[in-house]
């Protein structure tokens, strides 16, 4: 295997969680009577530039098919999330009727839509089908493809260049990172900016966040790395921000290296200077993570097992990808967890990948009341316990497994 990014050998291993099917793979009624196609979920680490990355099996196409499943609208907290940031970026680079935005990987539109509220041209590139439709249907511009240098040259040739271009959890999720990276020097005016989100990865080491790794994240991105990245394909990063999302990410502001004119910001140089101190390009902090991801599955077979013996009746919340690759390195099958709650129609009445754990709408809480809640997405732990603190009538208990087992009352934050 070699580095993505240098082509150097890549021989470091990082996390082995043996093997699985694609984490947005959910199956229908009679996709029960078919065979899944598993890949091995393997991530190593690159001593030449400390680039982590997945072994690769699958390609973009497969992971990111026409039925892909995940909807970013369903979460109130991202929404949110997405809504403050088109508040503070419009008046920070003063958008307007004049401007042109571009976001890559617009899904369902979660976020195209406040720039359209305001009055704001913009349009979307997101390859999936199903989540283009659905932002189509928002009155959003959605151009069906994936957003490569082919692309990017084909909209500057358009005269459709942008003062901002947005990427958010898309950074990890290309195979061609380098590719990717370049294609923002030809989508962004002279004068542009691209602001790009993703998971930290010294938050995903420090609280042994395992269960993000999955083949749809070819990458797990350090800042370091980013940057060394940004610079060789001609990108320039001025800022840097530290994120609550996702268990804890980044937002990196970068420009055209040959035309952009912001000065870094004092936050770029100490989160190198941390990360360094951390030891981040040492094959030494990567050496324990595999055993605390097993300590972590262990914990949550052992709960599900006494649970059962103890008569106590588990549900889950969430059919999120990272709730399937938890639930696929421990082994967890309806025998423990007999059914997934999500608020997502698309997933009701479906199946979760490798597990075959049936989905079923919130009411299923309500009538079956469940004793402990497990919460798959822990990042969105807060949000999940206000919206289902109903379930306090009848004492149940909310359960998240990472980075170990806890337990907290209903409508109890943690």
């Given at each position: 295997?070699?580095?993505?990014?240098?082509?150097?050998?890549?021989?470091?291993?990082?996390?082995?969680?043996?093997?699985?099917p694609p984490s947005n793979a959910y199956l229908a009624l009679e996709g029960l009577r078919r065979p899944e196609t598993w890949y091995p979920l393997r991530v190593f680490v690159c001593k030449n530039c400390w680039l982590v990355q997945t072994e690769d099996y699958a390609g973009r196409e497969t992971l990111f098919g026409s039925d892909y499943a995940y909807f970013s609208s369903y979460s109130s907290s991202w929404l949110n999330h997405a809504h403050t940031y088109?508040?503070?970026?419009?008046?920070?680079?003063?958008?307007?009727?004049?401007?042109?935005?571009?976001?890559?990987?617009?899904?369902?539109?979660?976020l195209l839509q406040f720039m359209q509220e305001k009055g704001i041209p913009s349009y979307g590139v997101e390859p999936t089908a199903s989540t283009a439709a659905e932002a189509r249907r928002k009155g959003l511009q959605i151009i069906e493809r994936f957003f490569d240098r082919q692309l990017a040259r084909q909209l500057t040739d358009e005269g459709r260049q942008v003062d901002l271009a947005i990427a958010n959890n898309v950074l990890a999720h290309v195979p061609n990172i380098n590719d990717f990276a370049a294609s923002f020097v030809?989508?962004?005016?002279?004068?542009?900016?691209?602001?790009?989100?993703?998971?930290?990865?010294?938050?995903?080491?420090?609280?042994?966040?395992?269960?993000?790794?999955?083949?749809?994240?070819?990458?797990?991105?350090?800042?370091?790395?980013?940057?060394?990245?940004?610079?060789?394909?001609?990108?320039?990063?001025?800022?840097v921000e530290q994120l609550t999302t996702h268990g804890g990410s980044l937002r990196v502001f970068a420009q055209r290296?040959?035309?952009?004119?912001?000065?870094?910001?004092?936050?770029?140089?100490?989160?190198?200077?941390?990360?360094?101190?951390?030891?981040?390009?040492?094959?030494?902090?990567?050496?324990?993570?595999?055993?605390?991801?097993?300590?972590?599955?262990?914990?949550?077979?052992?709960?599900?097992?006494?649970?059962?013996?103890?008569?106590?009746?588990?549900?889950?919340?969430?059919a999120a990808a990272k709730g399937n690759t938890l639930l696929n390195f421990a082994g967890v099958r309806p025998d423990l967890l007999p059914y997934v709650v999500d608020r997502n129609p698309s997933k009701q009445g479906m199946y979760m990948p490798g597990s075959r754990i049936p989905i079923v709408e919130e009411a299923y809480l309500e009538r079956e009341r469940p004793d402990r809640i497990l919460i798959l997405p822990w990042n969105l732990r807060e949000e999940l316990q206000t919206q289902l603190a109903y379930v306090r009538q009848w004492n149940a208990q909310f359960v998240t497994a990472i980075p170990r087992i806890q337990i907290a009352p209903a409508g109890m934050n943690r």
């Open positions: 295997m070699n580095c993505r990014h240098c082509g150097q050998a890549v021989t470091l291993p990082f996390l082995d969680l043996g093997s699985a088109v508040e503070d970026i419009v008046r920070r680079l003063t958008l307007g009727a004049n401007s042109l935005v571009a976001e890559i990987g617009a899904n369902d539109g979660y030809l989508l962004l005016k002279p004068g542009g900016i691209a602001t790009f989100e993703f998971p930290h990865l010294m938050k995903m080491v420090a609280e042994t966040q395992f269960d993000t790794a999955y083949h749809e994240h070819y990458s797990y991105l350090s800042f370091t790395v980013v940057q060394r990245i940004f610079s060789q394909s001609g990108l320039r990063i001025f800022d290296a040959d035309t952009g004119a912001n000065e870094p910001s004092r936050r770029v140089g100490q989160l190198l200077d941390d990360e360094a101190a951390a030891g981040i390009n040492t094959a030494a902090y990567y050496s324990d993570f595999q055993t605390r991801a097993e300590s972590a599955k262990d914990e949550l077979i052992s709960f599900l097992v006494t649970a059962k013996r103890q008569g106590l009746k588990v549900a889950a919340y969430g």
